[in-house]
């Protein structure tokens, strides 16, 4: 019988006793769970929610592509998993998305997804051509940033997609990222060091196999019908990458003067990416938060182009480094102290007021100082700034807590009580997978009134809305656990992409493609179960590894007390009692206990999770 | 507009040497082997496709909806046309059957005109699968690296790009190529 969709192999990989083998997709319901963060999750949660650290060698690092993965459009996404490094106080089970040409090979070179646990005793990397899979000596590559691995791997595995990690992954800096190409990679959560705490530097994968499609004619006339309503299939909605997000005069001289061209992910028709090129600093594509620096070098574009250059090569979150540097900024030298954290001088503080903060040259020294004593694990801030400000202690602290609400991530986009309570449940910043509100229900509210929620708090003038916001909430996490399951890219998913009724239901287009593809009928409500199963499984893995209550369930007080999170942010500070009321209302939407937030057994059963109800009972983590 | 063989033959020089150049430069790496044979009698020159890397986003749905719609799966293994991508510099070259007017893989092809054949009406080259040996000359006979014809994995039969002269809207990969890099161009024009 021919697989559609999936190609029904899971590569498990052995890093200490370099065993290789492949294990069946059946035997985690991908039907169910979809593939990407859904298949990941049940894998995880098969394995027993090892409770163990990070950087442990039984701490897995899963990488799941899903049945959508290999077709053209925004579909060709892998899903990385894992125990997250970046997490604070606690490690959590997250994910991280990434794009690139590395998801399609992974799915033409015949897998579903990759399992890699153990630890190898010398620096080594990967290789995956179809069948045949090797665990190679990787001392070669071992010092050498993201472009130069990927160069060099190039040239043995020609065409073949790289993930690889810079100096950060293997110095184990907990916000470091595994980068595909240029600009693509799964950044949050701090990945790249757990490659890095398993000596391997990279995977190279190259596939010479199919994604078969089950109903080819219905797909192909889906596209079609996308391409001619000129939405993401010709471009239109999403385009951050032509215009750097840090805008003025920066932006206005790199689209002039530095864009080479538009650049996107393998197979996809959505061009969201620059390529720019700045000779002496480096060449390479960026789409939105490598927009980071710009916010900080005072006009300077050279400032900002090597700020996001030198941090992809030495592979360093970029949107953590934002964080990095709101919170400089903040604490300045008073508390902290210049020689604490490693640095001869902060641009923005010393050379405040002055044209580009100082020139050229003195941005190229602080990104220097900065960036590669993060790289090398000696900067306090290699451990993010969660950890450095706990070690730097409570005054330091206190500038932390405004900046980043939940789980040691920074604020991204809290502008609604509906995504101050999706981040208060999660296990990192899940924003970057649930744009919908502030991209969305939250400005748009004829979207928000269609699909029977709230909206339209972001429309002329933020409001603070805590009425009927439980299902706004609850609605967006399944999609959310849809889209990285599918997987579709979010900026193709966005609701504001599809502003106009028929199309305008985003529900119908995932399930009509995904039906196409699998052969199997994804009813929009069988759909939207699937992604209220994953939602709720991610809940049960979060319960018995971390022991997830309704305590933890919240963001800093400081969010309770005053206005805080720069400009994407509330319009007012939250209301504790009538957020604990509201939290009380989302615990039952979703049939998980008000009592401690952990899933309810009729919920579980009803969602076909018998087997996670007993789990839970006999770990005594159930009601 | 046509040419007949008897016009061919007349203007033979200039004819031969603007195709010779539109083949050479739409195509980076170069011929390395010439066309030995005359053209087929009375066929006219066909249009092809050309390659702007200066549009070129490197995304390579060129090639995914190419073996869409030829075999109904996805893969870069089934494609008509391969895209070399330089990712470090955003550096993306097209290749594809360059619809030579000489055609070296027809020439090969050991049941000529039953299985590949070309198209009298529009000079299109295309394989009829049915009578196809799998033989693999006319890949090794195509004077481009890559070679513009391939055989199948697993069907082992040749396939090459035909311009998808079997669909209505012309083919697949100009139409959705969304940077518009790829256009259909006459014999004559210059890519």
Not at chain 1, 369 to 386: H, N, Q, R, W
Request: charged share 20%.
């Amino acid at each position: 019988m021919d697989r559609y969709g999936w190609t029904g192999k899971i590569l498990w990989v052995d890093l200490t006793t370099k065993k290789i083998n492949a294990v069946p997709t059946s035997d985690y319901e991908p039907e169910k769970y979809l593939g990407g963060v859904g298949l990941n999750t049940k894998i995880f949660w098969e394995m027993g929610c090892p409770k163990v650290d990070a950087f442990d060698p039984d701490s897995p690092l899963l990488i799941s592509v899903g049945p959508m993965t290999g077709a053209a459009g925004p579909f060709n996404r892998a899903e990385v998993c894992g125990i997250a490094p970046q997490s604070y106080p606690q490690e959590t089970f997250a994910y991280s998305g990434i794009g690139g040409k590395i998801a399609s090979e992974i799915k033409y070179a015949g897998y579903d997804g990759l399992v890699i646990v153990g630890k190898s005793d010398q620096p080594v990397y990967l290789s995956i051509v179809d069948d045949n899979v090797e665990i190679q000596k990787a001392k070669f590559l071992w010092g050498l940033d993201t472009f130069e691995t990927q160069r060099a791997l190039s040239k043995e595995h020609p065409k073949a997609a790289v993930l690889t990690i810079g100096p950060a992954g293997e110095n184990l800096c907990r916000v470091a990222i595994i980068l595909n190409e240029t600009a693509s990679a799964a950044g949050q959560g701090g990945y790249g060091a757990v490659m890095g705490s398993k000596n391997l530097k990279a995977i190279v994968v190259k596939g010479t196999g199919t994604l078969k499609v089950a109903r080819p004619d219905v797909l192909m006339k889906l596209q079609k019908e996308r391409m001619d309503a000129n939405e993401w299939l010709k471009g239109g909605a999403q385009s951050w990458g032509r215009y750097p997000l840090c805008g003025g005069a920066i932006a206005e001289e790199m689209r002039a003067n530095r864009l080479k061209r538009m650049a996107g992910c393998h197979g996809c028709t959505y061009q969201c990416m620059g390529f720019y090129d700045i000779p002496g600093i480096g060449k390479g594509a960026q789409m939105c938060m490598e927009a980071w620096y710009g916010w900080f070098s005072g006009g300077s574009s050279e400032g900002y182009w090597e700020g996001n250059i030198l941090s992809q090569k030495l592979g360093i979150n970029n949107y953590e480094l934002m964080g990095i540097m709101s919170w400089l900024l903040a604490v300045r030298y008073g508390i902290v102290g210049k020689k604490k954290l490693g640095l001869t001088s902060i641009p923005m503080i010393d050379h405040a007021g002055k044209p580009q903060l100082g020139g050229k040259r003195v941005h190229h020294d602080f990104l220097t100082e900065l960036l590669y004593g993060m790289a090398s694990g000696k900067s306090i801030l290699s451990k993010g700034t969660a950890r450095a400000a706990e070690s730097l202690g409570p005054a330091a602290q206190k500038f932390f807590n405004g900046i980043f609400p939940a789980r040691g991530y920074i604020q991204h986009h809290i502008e609604n009580v509906g995504s101050a309570l999706h981040w208060a449940m999660d296990t990192r910043d899940p924003y970057s997978s649930c744009h919908d509100y502030s991209s969305g229900f939250g400005p748009y509210p004829k979207i928000a009134s269609y699909f029977g929620l709230p909206g339209g708090d972001m429309a002329g003038g933020k409001k603070m809305v805590y009425d009927r916001t439980e299902y706004q909430t609850a609605w967006v996490q399944n999609h959310q656990s849809i889209k990285n399951s599918m997987p579709i890219c979010e900026y193709a998913s966005m609701p504001y992409s599809f502003l106009h009724p028929p199309a305008m239901d985003i529900r119908i287009f995932e399930s009509s493609v995904l039906s196409a593809v699998t052969g199997i009928d994804y009813s929009v409500d069988r759909l939207w179960e699937a992604g209220d199963r994953i939602y709720t499984l991610r809940r049960a893995v979060a319960v018995m590894r971390e022991n997830r209550s309704r305590e933890q369930d919240d963001l800093s007080q400081v969010w309770f007390e005053r206005r805080v999170g720069g400009a994407e942010s509330l319009a007012a500070p939250l209301d504790r009692a009538k957020w604990e009321a509201l939290k009380n209302r989302f615990y039952a939407v979703r049939g998980w206990n008000p009592a401690n937030g952990r899933p309810a057994r009729p919920k579980l059963e009803q969602l076909g999770m018998k087997g996670v109800a007993d789990k839970l009972q006999r770990a005594g983590r159930l009601e | 507009m046509q040419i007949t063989r008897r016009e061919f033959v007349a203007g033979a020089g200039t004819v031969l040497a603007l195709g010779a150049v539109s083949n050479l430069t739409a195509c980076a790496p170069v011929a390395t082997k010439t066309a030995t044979q005359s053209p087929p009698e009375g066929v006219p020159i066909s249009t092809r496709i050309v390659h702007n890397p200066n549009l070129c986003a490197g995304c390579g749905v060129c090639g995914l909806m190419c073996a869409f719609y030829h075999e109904k799966e996805y893969g870069h293994s089934l494609a008509r046309n391969v895209l070399s991508r330089d990712p470090f510099n955003a550096d993306f070259t097209f290749h594809v059957c360059q619809q030579c007017t000489s055609p070296n893989c027809y020439f090969s092809c050991p049941k000529k005109d039953v299985a590949l054949c070309v198209d009298k009406k529009t000079g299109v080259k295309y394989v009829n699968t049915a009578e196809c040996l799998g033989c693999g000359s006319c890949s090794s006979a195509c004077p481009f690296t890559p070679p513009r014809a391939n055989v199948h994995p697993v069907k082992k039969v040749s396939f090459m790009c035909d311009l998808c002269r079997d669909r209505k809207d012309g083919p697949i990969c100009v139409e959705y190529c969304t940077m518009h890099a790829l256009r259909k161009v006459s014999g004559k024009e210059k890519g």
